[in-house]
């Protein structure tokens, strides 16, 4: 046990050197319990920093994948509206993500597989929807002019050597 001076306070009341000794000690005390507590807080501030940035990392590394779905869906629902223009564009979308997965991102032998099936499905049916899609025919040529559409064989293969000369070809 510490000794225990009187001392006189403006009060006049008496305090021993121990009260203060304890306060220093409390209060050195409480200083380090507020340091661990304010420790603790950050370090629970950056766990939870840490967990939003891993959620934030998986959330990116399925979103090909959810978009290459939400394209799927919304293609067999016109496919099925027999809207085959806007199916047809749709499945190629899906095609192309999930490709862009298979070549970016690293999976398991069995997901890889799986989405390599999906992409030969998808473009089998791709293929289908545009052997049934009527066939857009070319502009048909404009006609030809009058003095070309009269000329002979004999005029096509020896051409007028004074017609060439006018050309300035030099």
Do not use: W
Not at 33 to 60: F, R
Not at 61 to 87: C, V
Not at 109 to 118: A, F, G, P, T, W
């Amino acid at each position: 046990m510490s000794p225990t001076v009187p001392l006189s306070n403006p009060t006049g009341e008496d305090q021993s050197v121990q009260t203060i000794d304890n306060d220093q000690q409390n209060g050195a005390i409480a200083k380090e319990s507020l340091d661990n507590q304010l420790a603790t807080i950050q370090n629970e501030d950056e766990q939870q920093q840490q967990q939003q940035q891993e959620e934030e990392e998986n959330d990116d590394e399925f979103i090909r994948i959810t978009a290459a779905h939400q394209m799927l869906t919304e293609a067999q629902t016109y496919d099925e509206q027999k809207n085959h223009p806007a199916a047809l564009h749709l499945y190629r979308i899906c095609v192309d993500l999930l490709l862009e997965e298979l070549m970016f991102t690293e999976g398991t032998d069995q997901s890889r597989v799986y989405l390599r099936e999906k992409c030969t499905a998808i473009m089998d049916r791709i293929d289908k929807l545009k052997t049934m899609l009527e066939p857009i025919p070319p502009p048909s040529p404009p006609p030809l002019p009058l003095p070309l559409a009269a000329t002979t064989n004999e005029q096509t293969i020896n051409p007028p050597t004074d017609e060439l000369s006018s050309l300035h070809l030099a």
